[in-house]
């Protein structure tokens, strides 16, 4: 079946670090691949999303490039905030059965 | 303002005391889904609706139950509530491609 691999947290940086999150995944097919954010108290928002291989996502400052060859797609911000502190979840979305199937989150806090 | 609506936010009830959760989506979305949000697990389906009349079991199903009479909305019903269901749902509505738009939680405590 699917299954999506996070690295695991807490991951706790000071503002303007760099940050890497990594995501490895199994699936058939060619799945979509997500991340989504989740800030306290909040339910989940997509952040990016590639839909084949070598497609780079893009938003907020963070980018995600769908990596067939590793299987990866991993989460990158070249300087992060504070507002950014939240919990960030991988997702792939199955082509043939239509179900997202998230890891298991990466929670981020970024210190002044 | 789109939006996918939970209600209630938080709840706690005992063993055994049926409840139910509503979700309801003002986008026309044909797909909506259940997830529960565990520590560690991440967010596991429960159940999810590709249309009206039309809903499939997702990775943990057992305890629960759905159902998808009118496109905007879609209940979670637990008939017989156990501890091991205390957790976090989460409800979603999605676009053709599966873009998920989520509400904003219930958090469900069963004593």
């Known amino acids: 079946g699917n299954s999506v691999t996070q690295m695991e947290g807490p991951v706790t940086l000071s503002e303007e670090?760099?940050?890497?999150?990594?995501?490895?995944?199994?699936?058939?097919?060619y799945p979509s691949l997500?991340?989504?954010v989740?800030?306290?108290?909040?339910?989940?928002?997509?952040?990016?999303?590639?839909t084949k291989a070598d497609d780079k996502g893009s938003n907020k400052g963070f980018e995600?490039?769908?990596?067939?060859?590793?299987?990866?797609?991993?989460?990158?911000?070249?300087?992060?905030?504070?507002s950014d502190s939240a919990v960030y979840f991988c997702a792939l979305l199955s082509g043939s059965a239509r179900q997202l199937t998230f890891g298991s989150g990466t929670q981020l806090t970024v210190l002044p | 303002e789109a939006q996918v609506t939970q209600n209630p936010r938080y709840l706690i009830?005992?063993?055994?005391?049926?409840?139910?959760?509503?979700c309801s989506q003002n986008m026309n979305h044909e797909y909506m889904s259940w997830y529960?949000?565990?520590?560690g697990l991440g967010l596991r389906q429960i159940y999810y609706s590709m249309n009206v009349e039309v809903?499939?079991?997702?990775?943990?199903?057992?305890?629960?139950?759905?159902?998808r009479k009118e496109k905007r909305n879609f209940p979670l019903i637990l008939?017989?509530?156990?501890?091991n269901q205390t957790s976090l749902y989460f409800c979603a509505s999605g676009t053709e491609n599966l873009r998920a738009f989520f509400g904003q939680g219930t958090r469900l405590t069963v004593v």
């Open chain 2, 55 to 67: 809903t499939d079991k997702g990775d943990v199903p057992e305890g629960y139950k759905v159902s």
């Open chain 2, 79 to 83: 008939e017989s509530p156990s501890p």
């Open chain 2, 36 to 39: 529960r949000q565990d520590p």
């Open chain 2, 13 to 22: 009830t005992v063993t055994g005391k049926k409840l139910t959760v509503t």
């Open chain 1, 17 to 29: 670090a760099f940050l890497t999150i990594n995501c490895t995944y199994t699936a058939t097919g």
């Open chain 1, 34 to 36: 997500f991340w989504y």
């Open chain 1, 64 to 82: 995600a490039t769908y990596r067939k060859e590793t299987t990866s797609f991993h989460l990158e911000k070249g300087s992060v905030q504070v």
């Open chain 1, 38 to 50: 989740q800030y306290p108290g909040e339910g989940l928002q997509l952040l990016l999303k590639a």
